[in-house]
């Protein structure tokens, strides 16, 4: 689906929230949207891998780590989404490999890069609702992102 973020808060200005601008890009595709599946972690990221080898159904996966400065996203973990048809991830937090993961085709934006990783313990939570960026991200709603920004919506937008 073709669709631009400000032509959408044009369209659905009473429908949408949108996203601080605190992300930047680390993906292989700039534009993404999909359904959202969130990740609440702690410390690892153990259950976000759980996530990524699941069929991602060109969902969008959003995950909060508080901006802890870790990385719960890299090369392998892109690959694993890719692999697995997620569109996108969106981290609260930080990511590593980036020369690698800006030739994956999945959308990957994040707070920056931290080259230490995170452990893959066994603290987390799946389909949790979330809330940074001034906004609230709930399981199954809907999410779209391209360089003018991130918008949130409970329901599939059209132009």
Request: hydrophobic share 40%; with cysteine.
């Amino acid at each position: 689906m073709d669709f631009c973020t400000a032509d959408l808060c044009d369209k659905y200005d009473e429908k949408i929230n949108v996203v601080a601008p605190i992300f930047k890009s680390f993906g292989g595709v700039s534009s993404f949207s999909g359904r959202i599946a969130t990740c609440k972690l702690l410390d690892n990221n153990k259950k976000l891998i759980e996530l990524l080898k699941s069929d991602g159904k060109e969902r969008v996966c959003v995950v909060d780590v508080e901006a802890k400065f870790i990385a719960v996203v890299g090369d392998n973990l892109m690959a694993l989404a890719k692999k697995n048809n997620w569109k996108g991830i969106i981290v609260n937090g930080y990511v590593r490999d980036t020369k690698i993961t800006k030739n994956i085709e999945v959308g990957l934006l994040a707070l920056g890069v931290c080259p230490k990783k995170a452990q893959a313990e066994n603290f987390g939570e799946l389909g949790c609702t979330l809330k940074f960026g001034g906004v609230k991200f709930f399981q199954d709603n809907y999410i779209y992102v391209d360089n003018d920004g991130v918008i949130v919506s409970k329901e599939p937008l059209y132009l």
